[in-house]
């Protein structure tokens, strides 16, 4: 299939970017999106041109770095995947593409369609762990949890902190990406421990890096690629109060 | 200290609970107007009357003043901080399923703070003296507005916008306060439209009556 690519291209933080087009003429819909983006690089690449930029790891839905804006859509117009997930069955002959990176002023672009995702780390860094030296696994039935907490908090472990939730919102806030991070701890026993610091760190660096407010819209849900329920962000704000 | 008092939640739950407090008195201020159908000016003049001398109104006629504000300021300072946060926006629009009217909330805010400014030049600036008028007799002057099609325009207008407002406010709020629940949270939902539609529908029905069927 045939398809205008509009792509998002910056020579780095500092230059302005601009929307290229790119003309692909023999797509095939078994392609990968990624795919489809190595081979215009090939293509780029063969005619001397600078290749496009875009992150991507493991190509399997787990690292969390393929995030990119497609079509209105961060990872793309299908719910619950990553953009290497998505192939392009789902797009139609003629189609026009657009991509862009994730924008948020925390997530600043550092080339084409990659972002800066630091800000993420400083969040995580802030208190999104036990601080406890690590021995050998314990017994896991030592310590009783009820089905349904430790359900809950495996559910919001599996963010893969792509920052989808933040390139959705229309404030840019990270409420899902923190919120799934303090309810992963908060449903545990072994996270209770430390819950109070960890919501009022984490909220405090949150704040501080200048992502938005929730406003309980709804669009991170939405295209959470994990399906990080909004529920989470109820709980955050619960563990925010309790802690002061 | 401070942390907590400038942390983004803080002020969102001050919102939110500034937005709660504001829907309850909604229903009290329609149960007044509601008396405006009546033909014998009587019973609305005399509720007037209560609500403007009784001195616990008074007091808390200024909890209110106070709210709007606090509700009005932290909304327009948290859209601030949200515009700053995406100074960049997206070429290929924004196509992610949310609720519909989460997404204008400032301006159904602006629509309904620019009435309610009409609102107090019409009645409240004249009970205090700023705007002349007689404040015993707010029953001729109601009708009086109701009887300007304009007026009934901007009015019928603005109770739609509050409608679509408290849509989203109501469960919104709730959502904020950390109240999630599997069964209940359904529940709100349905609250919240059903009171976003009969509040607004019982301002709007006093014009339409009085306008087309007096
Ligand atoms: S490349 Fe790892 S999630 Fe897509």
Known sequence: MKLTLKIWRQKNAKAAGGFVTYQMNDVSPEMAFLEMLDALNKKLVEEDKEPIAFDHDCREGICGSCGMYINGHPHGP?????????????FKDGETVWIEPWRAKPFPVIRDLIVDRTAFDKIQFAGGFISINTGGAPEANLIPVKKE?????????????????VAACKNASAMLFVSAKISQFALLPQGRIEARDRVRSMVEKMDELG??????????????????KISNIARLNREFYKAY | MSKVVFASISKKFTMALAGLFLITFLPVHLAINLMLLKSDPVPFTQAAHFMATFPLVKIMELVLFATILIHVSYGIYLQIVNWLARPVGYAGG???????????????????????????FNFYFVKIGLVKGDPENFYAMAHGLFKVPAYNYIYL???SVLGFHLYHAFSSAFQT?????????PVV??????????????????????????
């Open chain 2, 189 to 214: 939902k349905t609250v919240a439209l059903i009171y976003s539609i009969i509040i607004p529908a019982g301002f709007a029905v006093i014009p339409i009556i009085l306008w087309f069927f007096r």
């Open chain 1, 149 to 165: 907490d430790s359900d809950n908090a495996f559910d919001s472990a599996v963010c893969v902190g792509c920052g989808a939730c």
């Open chain 2, 157 to 159: 207008i603005c109770f």
């Open chain 2, 177 to 185: 306060l950390g109240l999630n629940h599997r069964i209940w949270t």
């Open chain 2, 94 to 120: 924004s196509k992610s399923e949310t609720s519909f009217f989460s997404r204008f909330m400032i301006w159904t805010g602006a629509t309904i703070f620019t009435f309610l400014v009409l609102h107090f």
């Open chain 1, 78 to 90: 299908v719910p619950a995947i990553t953009t290497c997930h998505l192939s392009m069955r789902f």
């Open chain 1, 211 to 228: 992502f938005g407010n929730c406003s309980n819209t709804g669009a991170c849900e939405a295209e959470c690629p994990k399906e990080i």
